[in-house]
């Protein structure tokens, strides 16, 4: 949305900034209603955005074709969903441990390594980006 408001033509980030709160509202009011979880608002939000995600790229890719590499896209939703399985059985886990300052903090690090490594695996950096990080931390 960026390259939108470089083009100006933020009356179209606008339009997708509002259709994506009118979906996350309206599929937060079906879901919530039924399911009464958290975790259901962070599904709606990423669903309401990802469609925003495609009727934006359509209208990038008029003024400014780009190339999206969609299995890295793919390498990095499967990263993250990794990662959320592992840091949500740890949660089940330990309890009701999990409102502490350092079991937060000690989340985000352990999110971090798991979502680094899981991307390491599936190769998903390339050998240049390898060697920039062995370069950064040697």
Not at 43 to 64: C, E, G, H, N, P
Not at 89 to 116: C, D, H, K, M, Q
């Amino acid at each position: 949305s960026n390259i939108l408001w470089v083009r100006m033509k933020t009356h179209i980030m606008l339009k997708m900034n509002a259709l994506a709160a009118f979906i996350n509202i309206v599929l937060n009011l079906i879901f919530l209603y039924i399911f009464k979880n958290i975790f259901v608002a962070a599904v709606t939000t990423f669903i309401s955005y990802l469609i925003v995600f495609i009727f934006i790229r359509k209208a990038v890719m008029i003024d400014w074709p780009l190339c999206f590499e969609f299995r890295t896209i793919i390498k990095s939703i499967s990263a993250a969903i990794l990662m959320g399985i592992v840091l949500y059985w740890i949660s089940l886990y330990l309890g009701s441990n999990v409102y502490r300052v350092g079991f937060i903090l000690s989340e985000i690090l352990i999110g971090v390594a798991i979502y680094g490594f899981a991307l390491f695996v599936m190769r998903t950096f390339s050998r240049k980006e390898l060697l920039y990080f062995k370069k950064a931390f040697s």
